[in-house]
């Protein structure tokens, strides 16, 4: 089982937002990582075939995927980043009318939603109209429907964003039991959920691959570049000026500790620090650098 995007490019007029990618992604969780307007949402809807490429193809077990056709269609789940629903469905209703257009016999689209109800929790909301849901709520909507075909391949875009610590983590665990013998794709702009759940992950900057890799071999190239380091508060923005801070803690009389991110150490008395992806990723994105107040 493979899915091998080749060459793939898309050029809006004067805009290229992908920009000759490939990538062959394997059975397992993939994480797709990159700032906004990396291209993303433009790489996943050519992935599911929902756009047609400029350039390049993409092939499921070595057939393109529009010779493939409806046989495509039929195993793959999506899940867009602007999710939109027919405001008068309930969720039910909207569940069943997906798995009809999915092909499902009414049998099996029955079972089927309710074992998605009860894994996402939305069986008490069952009957209710898809409008008064929480933003939470509507993500694990969108995220059933794209699973009610049991696909192969599951691309999923933004799928965290709305969810809250508790569904992130269900949300996870989930996923990965299913990954195990699928093809999952996923873009979030929350690296932790990427970390936890994927077992490779592919970096994306203005249309390119630029890295993948199991986060493992990502990190690797952040070995030696993570620092922390104690100092006194007045002096946190002249540090700011000479190295990526990407947290803060304060601590005890006016010192706060700061990670930073540095090709060498750049503050006296500086530690070394064990890697995260978050760092990597700040490290190739440094406008999305925030400086938050977190565990130094
Ligand atoms: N239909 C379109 N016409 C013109 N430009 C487009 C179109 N769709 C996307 N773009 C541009 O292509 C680039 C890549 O967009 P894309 O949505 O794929 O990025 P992304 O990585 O998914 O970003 P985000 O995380 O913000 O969703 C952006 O500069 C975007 O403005």
Request: charged share 30%; hydrophobic share 40%; with cysteine.
């Amino acid at each position: 089982m493979e899915l091998c995007i080749e060459n793939l490019t898309k050029q809006f007029k004067d805009k290229r937002a992908v920009d000759h990618a490939s990538l062959t992604i394997t059975p397992g969780v993939w994480g797709l990582l990159g700032a906004n307007g990396a291209g993303k949402t433009t790489l996943m809807r050519m992935a599911a075939g929902l756009m047609t490429p400029t350039e390049g193809t993409v092939k499921y077990d070595g057939v393109p995927i529009d010779v493939l056709g409806k046989g495509y269609r039929d195993i793959f789940g999506y899940l867009p980043q602007e999710f939109g629903f027919y405001p008068e469905f309930t969720v039910y209703d909207y569940l069943d009318y997906v798995a009809a257009l999915k092909g499902l016999s009414r049998k099996d689209a029955k079972g089927k939603i309710d074992r998605l109800l009860e894994t996402f929790s939305l069986a008490d909301v069952r009957r209710k109209k898809i409008t008064k849901l929480s933003g939470g709520m509507k993500r694990r909507v969108g995220i059933a429907q794209a699973l009610l075909n049991d696909p192969e391949v599951l691309i999923l875009d933004e799928p965290t964003s709305g969810l809250d610590p508790g569904e992130r983590v269900r949300f996870r665990n989930l996923l990965s039991e299913f990954a195990a013998d699928r093809i999952v794709l996923i873009s979030t702009h929350i690296v932790s959920d990427v970390e936890y759940i994927a077992s490779r992950n592919a970096v994306m900057k203005e249309g390119r691959i630029i890295a993948q890799g199991t986060t493992d071999e990502l990190l690797w190239e952040m070995e030696g570049k993570v620092w922390s380091a104690l100092i006194e508060e007045r002096d946190l923005h002249r540090y700011e000026q000479k190295v990526r801070v990407v947290s803060i803690r304060n601590e005890e009389r006016g010192a706060v500790s700061i990670r930073y991110l540095a090709d060498a150490p750049a503050v006296p008395d500086s530690r070394p620090k064990e890697p995260r992806l978050e760092d990597l990723y700040l490290w190739l994105f440094p406008q999305e650098h925030t400086g938050g107040k977190e565990g130094a």
